[in-house]
C-alpha cells in the first residue's frame, strides 16, 4: 500500500515509519523540516509543508488521491511561536478529511490520547477532541490509536525529562511523585498502527494503548535511573506550587519557539497522572510494560550524557545570552572609556562609532540566541565575532592577553560554550 504519515520525523512519527517499511509498503512522510530525514530514510519520499498552512480541501487533494492510507502522527503541545494547535490539530484534519472523502474514502488512522480529565478544555485536548469527533462522523474508515506515555530507545517530551530527572546527581527532585501513570512501548504504537493498516485492527475503532501495569512517576524515574546504571539516590519531594513558576518560564520560552515540556498544559495533563479512560473500547494484549521496554535497549553512555545535559541546554543558551548581552550593554554605561583602545589607531569619533558598533553586534546575538528560529544563526554569528574580536585584539592590542580582568581569556570559554549549544541544539 501507499502510506501517507504525518509527522512522519516525529518520536512516534518516525518508528511508524520503520515498521510500515519493513512490512513492505510505500511511504511518504510529511513533516515541516526534511533535511536530515532525506539522508536518515533515503526509502521515503519526503515531503516539507507545514499542516499550519493546510486548512483548506484543496491543499491535501493531490496528497489524497495519490494515497491508500493516512497515518496522521503529528501534534503539538501547546501554542506558542511554533505552533498553532487549531490550524494543525484541527482545522488542517479537517481539511484532510473533506479531500479523503472527495478521493472515495481512505483509510484515516489517527493518533490521538485521552482528551477528557483536567485538561480536556485546553486547546492541546480540545482540538484533539474536535478532531476525532469530526473523523468519526465524516463516514470514512478510521482508526483512533489513544497511547498513553509512549517509552522507547529514544527519548522526546515528557520521556526526554524522565530520563533527565533520573539523572540528577545525589537526589531525584520530584512534584506529584505518587502520581500514577500508565505507559506504552513506541513499538507496540507502530505495531498497532501496522495491524490497522492491514485490517487486524477494524476500521471503527477507537482503543487504548497502555500496558497493564500502574506506575507512580517516582516508579518511572527510578526504573529510567536504573536502566541508565546509576546508584539509586533519595527522592525529595517538592512542593506542587514549584510548578507554577517554572512552567510560566516555559510558556515565555514556547512564544519564542522552544518546545519544553514543563508548559503549563503538560503540567496541567500531569496533575491528575497519564491513565486511560475505563469507557473506552479495550486496550490491545500483550503491551510491554516499562521494565521490558528498557531492557530491550540496554542503555549507553550516549544516554547519560543526554540525561546529563537535557536540562543543562536552557541554562547554557540563558548564560550566553546573558553574555552577550552583558557584553553590550555595560560599554555603553561610559563609551568614551570603552573606546578608548581604539584611540591609539583612529580618531575619537570612529572609535566611539566602532565601539558602538561592536556594543549593538553584541546586544543583537544575546537577543537572537533566544528566539529558536534563529537561535543557530546568532550561535554561528558569536563563534564568528568571537573569532574577529581575538584576532582584532591579539593583533592591535596583544597586551590585552595580559590584562589581570581577563577580556580576551574570558572570550575562549564563551567560544567553548557556544560550541556545547550547537552540538545539543536539534530538538528531533
Not at 502520581?179 to 513506541?186: C, D, F, G, I, L
Not at 544575546?366 to 554569528?381: E, N
Request: proline share 6%.
Amino acid at each position: 500500500m501507499k502510506i501517507l504519515i504525518l509527522g512522519a520525523t516525529g518520536f512516534i512519527g518516525s518508528e511508524v515509519v520503520r515498521s510500515l517499511h519493513g512490512r513492505g509498503h510505500a511511504i511518504t512522510g510529511l513533516a515541516r523540516s526534511v533535511t536530515r530525514a532525506t539522508d536518515k530514510w533515503p526509502f521515503v519520499t519526503w515531503i516539507s509543508a507545514d499542516l499550519a498552512r493546510m486548512t483548506q480541501a484543496s491543499n491535501w487533494n493531490a496528497l489524497v488521491g495519490d494515497h491508500d492510507a493516512i497515518v496522521n502522527c503529528a501534534g503539538a503541545l501547546q501554542d506558542g511561536l511554533s505552533d498553532d494547535l487549531a490550524a494543525t490539530q484541527e482545522k488542517a484534519m479537517l481539511a484532510l478529511y473533506e479531500a479523503a472523502a472527495q478521493a472515495g474514502g481512505r483509510l484515516v488512522i489517527q493518533i490521538s490520547a485521552r482528551t477528557a480529565g483536567a485538561a480536556a478544555d485546553l486547546p492541546f485536548l480540545a482540538t484533539k477532541r474536535h478532531a476525532d469527533e469530526a473523523l468519526t462522523a465524516s463516514g470514512l474508515p478510521y482508526v483512533i490509536l489513544r497511547p498513553a506515555l509512549v517509552v522507547g530507545r529514544n527519548a522526546h517530551g515528557g520521556t526526554a525529562l524522565v530520563r533527565a530527572l533520573a539523572g540528577c546527581p545525589f537526589i531525584l527532585p520530584l512534584v506529584n511523585s505518587t502520581m500514577p501513570v500508565r505507559t506504552v512501548a513506541v513499538d507496540d504504537v507502530a505495531a498497532a498502527v501496522c495491524a490497522a493498516i492491514d485490517g487486524e485492527v477494524p476500521p471503527g475503532s477507537d482503543l487504548e494503548l497502555a500496558a497493564e501495569e500502574t506506575l507512580t512517576l517516582q516508579d518511572m524515574v527510578t526504573t529510567h535511573r536504573q536502566w541508565l546504571g546509576l546508584p539509586p539516590a533519595p527522592v525529595v519531594n517538592l512542593p506542587a506550587a514549584l510548578t507554577r513558576p517554572v512552567s510560566l518560564l516555559a510558556d515565555a520560552a514556547g512564544r519564542l519557539g522552544w518546545r519544553s515540556p514543563l508548559r503549563s498544559t503538560a503540567m496541567t495533563v500531569m496533575s491528575e497522572g497519564i491513565i486511560v479512560e475505563s469507557e473506552a473500547q479495550p486496550t490491545m494484549t500483550s503491551l510491554k510494560t516499562l521494565k521490558q521496554t528498557l531492557t530491550a535497549h540496554p542503555s549507553g553512555v550516549q544516554d547519560l550524557w543526554f540525561a546529563r545535559s537535557y536540562l543543562l541546554k536552557p541554562l547554557v543558551i540563558l548564560c550566553l545570552s546573558l553574555f552577550w548581552l552583558l557584553s553590550g550593554l555595560i560599554p555603553l554605561l561610559n563609551i568614551n572609556e570603552a573606546a578608548a583602545h581604539f584611540l591609539a589607531f583612529m580618531p575619537q569619533a570612529p572609535a566611539i562609532a566602532l565601539t558602538l558598533a561592536t556594543c549593538l553586534t553584541d546586544i543583537a546575538l544575546g537577543v537572537a540566541v533566544l528566539w529558536r528560529p534563529l537561535a543557530r544563526k546568532a550561535l554561528i554569528g558569536m563563534l564568528l565575532v568571537s573569532a574577529a574580536y581575538l584576532t582584532g585584539g591579539s593583533l592591535l592590542e596583544p597586551g590585552l592577553w595580559l590584562d589581570p580582568l581577563g577580556p580576551l581569556v574570558k572570550v575562549l570559554p564563551s567560544i567553548a560554550l557556544t560550541f556545547v549549544a550547537l552540538a545539543t541544539l536539534d530538538e528531533r
